[in-house]
């Protein structure tokens, strides 16, 4: 089988290379050129990418650059800066998947004539009776099915996840072993496009006007305090909110009225979300309305059980707790699991509000 194999520069995908050659694929590594400005940290950096190269010089398998910038900057620093004017949270990581990864790379292996993409997620996709399936990582510390639970079956059926079955510790004990330079390297933790010295405000701060704000209280509107940037507020935050005694969180983030209303945990708690009518994919087959889940609004976040319930023509999708849960932020994406195999992806899509528990 001839596989692409998208190589980040970290341990994961530098197993990964390493599986799909010892297993006696056609393998050649590719690093994806995403961002052209100033950078610390995060995937496919300069230093990155000569670290994938380096690997797969030890790996004997040839490695290309693929240049997507323009493509980066259009489908995912843009609709970022434009989520935060508009009082949103975006998912760069997840949108990066959606567009770049698993939709330009895909379709460039495609076009190149390979069997397969490659990449070293900690996830797993299973495939029976000629469908797919995508699961959590066996190593659940690190599973990454929420970012990738935008996937369908023409994107599960064309990808290959060799690291998914593994723990951690068991893939940096292999690349140890194989002598790779990435065995210990670090795990990216930060926006790839957000340089540690500027931070998500000086970042945002060149390329949209930010605004103080008021802090109210969410049930009464009394006037708490105020914020120095109303477009950093994250529904759910608590640091930097006026506490008056009691741990307050955001609640909801009004940009044109520059005002950040806030309320104590109990609440704050939600019941319910929508999703974004049309942000919302399935794995395979949608559920019914009335249907009990399982959804996480974070990548490390606690699944929680719900019901969701389509809305209008169905196109758009609310789901309803069973427990009252912390806030959820607008732009947020939410995945839902089988409430009975709870490690199955069933589908995801974008928060577009949230109701208050009442």
């Not at 004997?60 to 323009?70: K, S």
């Not at 567009?99 to 292996?109: P, Q, S």
């Not at 951690?168 to 790839?192: F, H, I, N, W, Y």
């Not at 959804?295 to 059980?305: I, M």
């Amino acid at each position: 089988m001839r596989v692409l194999v998208a190589m980040s520069g970290g341990v994961d995908s530098s197993v990964a290379a390493a599986r799909l050659v010892a297993e006696g694929h056609d393998v050649v590594g590719a690093t994806l050129k995403l961002w052209g400005g100033p950078q610390s940290s995060g995937c496919c950096s300069v230093a990155d990418v000569d670290d994938a190269r380096r690997v797969a010089q030890q790996l004997g398998i040839p490695h290309h650059v693929f240049n997507l910038t323009d493509d980066f900057e259009r489908d995912v620093v843009t609709p970022y800066v434009a989520a935060h004017a508009e009082g949103r949270t975006p998912n760069p990581c997840i949108e990066c998947n959606r567009h770049i990864k698993f939709d330009r790379l895909l379709e460039r292996a495609r076009r190149l004539g390979f069997d397969r993409l490659a990449t070293g997620h900690h996830a797993q996709v299973r495939a029976r009776g000629g469908r797919f399936s995508l699961r959590r990582g066996a190593d659940l510390l690190k599973d990454q099915s929420y970012v990738l639970s935008m996937l369908g079956q023409s994107q599960l059926g064309a990808i290959v996840l060799p690291v998914g079955h593994m723990t951690k510790s068991a893939v940096r004990a292999e690349a140890a072993t194989l002598g790779l330079r990435t065995a210990a390297k670090p795990d990216s933790q930060d926006v790839c496009f957000i340089h540690d010295r500027e931070g998500r405000g000086g970042f945002l701060s060149s390329r949209l006007e930010l605004h103080p704000g008021d802090v109210v209280d969410g049930d009464t509107g009394a006037s708490l305090g105020t914020v120095d940037a109303v477009e950093l507020v994250t529904v759910g935050q608590r640091r930097g909110m006026p506490s008056a005694g009691e741990r307050r969180y955001a609640v909801a983030v009004d940009i044109a009225a520059r005002r950040v209303s806030v309320a104590g945990a109990d609440r704050a708690a939600v019941d319910e979300v929508s999703l974004d009518a049309g942000t919302v994919t399935w794995v395979d087959s949608p559920l019914a309305s009335g249907d009990e889940a399982v959804a996480q609004v974070s990548a490390h976040g606690r699944p929680a059980r719900c019901t969701v319930h389509t809305e209008g023509d169905g196109a758009g999708l609310r789901c309803r707790f069973l427990v009252a849960q912390p806030p959820v932020a607008p732009g947020q994406t939410l995945a839902i699991y089988d409430a009975a195999d709870p490690d199955a992806v069933l589908g995801a899509g974008i928060v577009a509000s949230s109701r208050r528990r009442t």
